[in-house]
């Protein structure tokens, strides 16, 4: 039986900082990011920065799997964003976003 269902995960830095900096920071290239004041497609403004990293689309019905491959890079720079977090007062998400089809009935993700 082919699933439709499915999930990805990614790491999302947010709050008021300069994106460049993190990436300076981490040494890490981000898959998306914005500033503050940045438009967004609908033409509206952004009131927060946001730094997004490990887009994670290989698919395993364990999430835990698929989390640990959005963050695997970042965990040797445990200190450094620590660091962030007491310079910029961000905030951290690990996102997990399920894309779930009427009439499949295969789970999209588990623990």
């Known amino acids: 039986m082919n699933s439709k269902n499915s999930c ?13 900096d993190i ?7 981000p898959l998306k990011q914005w500033r503050i004041g940045d438009p967004r497609n609908n033409g ?19 999430v835990k799997n698929q989390m640990m491959q959005s963050i695997n890079e970042l965990i040797p ?5 620590k660091e962030i977090k007491q310079k910029y007062n ?3 998400t690990l996102e997990v976003v ?8 295969s789970v999209p993700c588990s623990k």
Not at 8 to 20: A, H, M, Q, V
Not at 23 to 29: A, V
Not at 44 to 62: K, Q, T
């Open 98 to 105: 399920p894309s779930i089809y009427v009439g499949d009935k």
């Open 77 to 81: 720079k445990i200190q450094k964003l």
């Open 8 to 20: 990805y995960t990614y790491f999302r830095i947010t709050g008021n900082f300069n994106p460049d």
């Open 44 to 62: 509206s403004i952004y009131d927060f920065a946001s730094w997004e990293y490990g887009r994670c689309d290989d698919y395993d019905i364990y």
């Open 90 to 92: 961000v905030n951290y």
């Open 23 to 29: 990436t300076n920071i981490l040494g890490l290239p």
